[in-house]
Structure formats: C-alpha cells, structure tokens
C-alpha cells in the first residue's frame, strides 16, 4: 500500500516562496507519476503539477506555470514543490497524489489512485 505524507506548509507572505515535500513509501517503484493538488474552502480540487517517474516530464497549470517547479529525488521516493512569487490565491491545502497507470493528462482528479492527507498553505497579502 502506497502511503503519501506531506510537509512544509505553512503561513507565509505574498511574494515569499515556500517548499513542498511529500515523502512516498510501500511500493512506489509500480508508480507511473506523482502529482500535487491544492483544495481552497469552497472550491473544488484543482491541478497543480505533476511528474512523470521515469522521463521526468512535468506539467503544470497555466495559474502556476513559471512559479512552482515541481522535481522527484534520485530515488523516487520524495516529491517537492517548489513555490516562488507566492500570491493570495495560492491559499488552499495542497495534497501530493500518485498515480499507478501511464496516464496522457496526469491533470485529473480521478486518474490518481493514492492521496496524502494534505498541507495548508496559507499567503497573506
């Protein structure tokens, strides 16, 4: 069983940048790519960026595009984040996802199949 566990939220200004990490375990060698989704109070999960575990191709959403990098360590087993030129509307409990089948997108909710239980991020303006 995959388990997935997030760190490195916090409360920060706009402007400020932060670092994401989600530490993956039990079986991630049959993981095809790994994600991070970010859930604000009354809005539904939205895509952030995911990467692929072999190629190492990224994708981002166009609200983040050129502001977070998201990168996997050598081993495959930890995911960041990297958040630059944080902004009010980042505010939102991300959560880092992995995904076992070599799905196109790696954008939607429904293609993952194990979740972390999420940090929050909070950027004051």
């Known amino acids: 069983q995959v388990q997935l566990v997030e760190s490195g939220g916090g409360l920060v200004q706009a402007g400020d940048s932060l670092r994401l990490s989600c530490a993956a375990s039990?079986?991630?060698?049959?993981?095809?790519?790994m994600g991070w989704f970010r859930q604000a109070p009354g809005k539904e999960r939205e895509f952030v960026a995911a990467?692929?575990?072999?190629?190492?191709?990224?994708v981002y959403a166009d609200s983040v595009k050129g502001r977070f990098t998201i990168s996997r360590d050598s081993a495959n087993t930890t995911v960041y984040l990297q958040m630059d030129s944080l902004k009010s509307e980042d505010t939102a409990v991300y959560y880092c996802?992995?995904?076992?089948?070599?799905?196109?997108?790696?954008?939607?909710?429904?293609?993952?199949?194990?979740w972390g239980q999420g940090t929050q991020v909070t950027v004051s303006s």
């Open positions: 039990g079986g991630t060698s049959r993981m095809y790519a």
């Open positions: 996802a992995a995904l076992r089948k070599a799905i196109a997108t790696m954008r939607r909710v429904y293609e993952y199949d194990y």
């Open positions: 990467i692929s575990w072999s190629s190492g191709r990224t």
